[in-house]
């Protein structure tokens, strides 16, 4: 009787095993063919990126993840779920020559509060045990012997032992479908990116030509720095040179609503190094920095986080300043601040030609007056 036991638990036991992997495989499939119909009907990364995520984290079934992304000479973290936001801050880059190899390689890790390995000590004093890495790699690139790392995919638990090598496998398999897709939908974007960006470089060099008041050059500028050149919201701040005051400030929302009463204003220290250095100034995270001062409430519900400001100058003189504001912790590559930059140094023209012009009409119309007063005193 033990022996019959024994030989139907053999013949069962291998049964589960393959019904196991079945199941497995199945679900792989599944999320996969999900995840390509969503690239295939979307061509907003951060929306596939957000959705491969939620997909990712359902199968391993954990509630922290990340996805970072190459971007020139940083690693950055582009889209998460889950982690505190006491660490965010410390997450969101790494320069390329010091991501930490765990990054790099696919790895995952379990570990105890009290143990020391792969598991670095911030993720520890959240509670975290479990950590797994999945590195983005397009094939192509490495059968070309280009360099084929796109990102990774960082996935964590507060439960030890929340996966197994395994499901590391199943999730590194939809990771090579994945970097593929990044890696074409990112050359589409980078092209696209550059033609929005000089199409809004040519209307603000119109509007030298045509020679607009200040307030129709600023309501261009705002109009023309949409949301995908990269500022959720968008300010300008004229300066008067002699007394260092706000002459001119507007302003556009989220929503697209523009204000013109100023709504924030720089700290001493902040305004020398864009106004006298004539430097940028990026702040990751406002909630940290309280250099920049915001005065309204209706702001503060903005809940914008990132900060970019780029001095306008012309002839080596700032007549004031480009702000750009975003909704998610962002840093601001090499490439942005260069393009705003330009922009800013356009606009400044731009307004600076539309103050003579207006100086100019001053100018006649006193003339003028004086001339009348003239010809009245002869009379």
């Known amino acids: 009787m033990r022996k019959k036991a024994f030989d139907e638990k053999k013949l069962i036991d291998p049964l589960r095993e393959n019904e196991k992997e079945f199941f497995q495989q199945r679900r792989k499939l599944e999320i996969q063919a999900r995840i390509v119909r969503k690239i295939l009907q979307s061509l907003d990364l951060e929306e ?31 889209n998460w779920r889950g982690i505190p936001g006491r660490i965010l801050t410390k997450l969101l880059s790494y320069p390329l020559n010091k991501v930490p190899r765990f990054y790099k390689e696919q790895s995952f890790a379990y570990e105890r509060p009290e143990e020391q390995g792969e598991i670095f000590d911030l993720a520890k004093q959240e509670g975290i045990q479990t950590m797994a890495s999945i590195p983005l790699k397009n094939s192509s690139k490495v059968r070309e012997k280009k360099d084929d790392w796109l990102g990774t995919i960082m996935l964590a638990s507060r439960r030890y032992d929340a996966f197994s090598s395994k499901d590391i496998e199943i999730a590194k398999s939809i990771g090579d479908q994945i970097a593929l897709a990044i890696d074409h939908y990112r050359q ?98 406002l909630s940290q920095d309280k250099r920049l001062q915001i005065h309204e409430e209706f702001l503060k519900r ?27 912790p962002t840093i601001f590559q090499n490439e942005d601040v260069k393009f705003f930059q330009v922009l800013a140094g356009q606009a400044a023209i731009s307004i600076k030609n539309a103050q003579l012009i207006k100086k100019l009409h001053e100018s006649e119309e006193k003339f003028r007056s004086i001339a009348a007063s003239a010809q009245d005193a002869i009379i």
């Open 302 to 328: 903005q809940k914008l986080t990132s900060y970019l400001g780029v001095p306008l100058v012309v002839e080596d003189e700032t007549v004031g300043i480009l702000h750009l504001l975003t909704y998610k």
């Open 188 to 285: 589409f974007h980078h092209a696209t990116k550059r033609l929005d960006r000089l199409e809004t470089l040519r209307k603000i060099d119109r509007s030298i030509i045509a020679n607009l008041s200040t307030q129709e050059i600023l309501k261009m500028i705002m109009d023309h720095v949409p949301k995908e050149l990269g500022a959720d919201a968008v300010a300008i701040s004229l300066y008067n040179q002699e007394n260092r005051k706000t002459e001119v400030f507007t302003m556009r929302l989220p929503n697209g609503t523009i204000v013109k009463k100023e709504a924030f204003s720089l700290a001493e220290s902040l305004e020398y190094q864009i106004i006298d250095h004539q430097e940028p100034l990026i702040i990751t995270d």
């Open 48 to 78: 596939q990126l957000n959705y491969i995520l939620d997909e990712v984290m359902k199968l391993l079934k954990v509630e922290i993840g990340g996805v970072y992304l190459v971007d020139n000479e940083e690693l950055i973290l582009h």
